[in-house]
């Protein structure tokens, strides 16, 4: 029998993950491991693979795995779940007083590195369990000659054109890049068959997340994404920053706003007093289990 590789299976509104202690059970090629424990039915069955393990920088490290076995720069979901997992598995554990102190704020900040930078993350306790966390996802970048292949390496109200049509597309950075599109009816766009054709656009050497947005009359940004590297998911946190940093450039929503996907609501607000993005949403445990390495 080979080795067992413990996991824990979470999900952020239905962005789900696998994740694994790579401290305790290193992954030598965690590009291949996820895509094939991403697959549903052969496998776990995921939107890719996390790793988390120590680091010299913060608390912790995250590292990110799309279901095609690319690497991700920044997750939200994935930020928002890794909190939960280090709280529930190693933090509540070491805290002496931590019975007497259930429901409180007590050592509920962690600082997260990831390979967009260090994150600090404040969790959401309830009965001695994380549910939740707000995200301090750094400021938006709204031009970047790497990713955006224009003079300026910006993009606002540029048309992009595929064959279901032209969009007017905004870029929007967090970490990892995203095509915001504003369109009048949501339920008109196949995106299954748009996504991937803009996320491979030219004008993106590294590819991008795309998002279409339709602005609801009570103002909630209802948002549906393609991934880049995973496809159709039911939420994506960075996504959801871009959409309202989007929505507010554009004006079309102030800069506190409710962004609405498949899976559920994130709160995200652009901070006038830093110029950050304050990501709020819940965490999920669906279940553990381990694999057995061949």
């Not at 790579?22 to 030598?28: E, G, M, N, V, W």
């Not at 996390?50 to 799309?66: G, P, T, V």
């Not at 070491?94 to 967009?116: C, M, P, Q, V, Y």
């Not at 600090?120 to 970047?144: C, F, H, Q, R, Y």
Request: charged share 20%; proline share 4%; hydrophobic share 35%.
């Amino acid at each position: 029998m080979g080795r067992k590789i413990e996991f824990t299976k979470m999900h952020g509104l239905g962005n789900d993950y696998i994740y694994i202690d790579s401290d305790r059970f290193p992954i030598a090629d965690p590009a291949s491991f996820s895509i094939k424990w991403s697959k549903p039915h052969t496998g776990i069955g995921s939107d890719g693979l996390i790793l988390i393990s120590k680091s010299d920088k913060a608390d912790y490290r995250m590292r990110i795995f799309n279901a095609d076995g690319s690497e991700a720069m920044m997750c939200g979901n994935g930020s928002r779940c890794v909190g939960k997992f280090v709280y529930d598995k190693f933090i509540s554990s070491s805290l002496d007083s931590h019975r007497e102190h259930k429901g409180s704020s007590l050592n509920t900040a962690i600082n997260l590195e990831t390979n967009a930078g260090i994150k600090i993350i404040e969790l959401d306790i309830k009965n001695g369990t994380a549910v939740g966390a707000t995200v301090n996802m750094g400021e938006p970048i709204l031009s970047n000659t790497a990713q955006v292949k224009t003079p300026d390496g910006s993009l606002k109200g540029q048309i992009l054109k595929s064959d279901s049509g032209e969009f007017e597309a905004t870029y929007v950075c967090m970490g990892n890049p995203h095509c915001v599109i504003f369109v009048d009816d949501l339920k008109q766009i196949n995106l299954e068959h748009v996504g991937p054709q803009l996320e491979f656009n030219p004008i993106f050497p590294e590819r991008a997340n795309i998002e279409f947005v339709q602005v609801m009359p009570d103002g909630i940004l209802r948002m549906r994404v393609w991934e880049r590297g995973s496809g159709i998911t039911q939420a994506c946190g960075t996504g959801a920053c871009a959409t309202a940093v989007a929505a507010a450039l554009t004006g079309r929503a102030p800069r506190k706003s409710t962004v609405r996907m498949d899976g559920g609501d994130l709160n995200i607000t652009w901070s006038e007093t830093d110029n950050h993005i304050y990501m709020n949403g819940p965490a999920e445990t669906s279940f553990e289990g381990y694999i057995i390495e061949d």
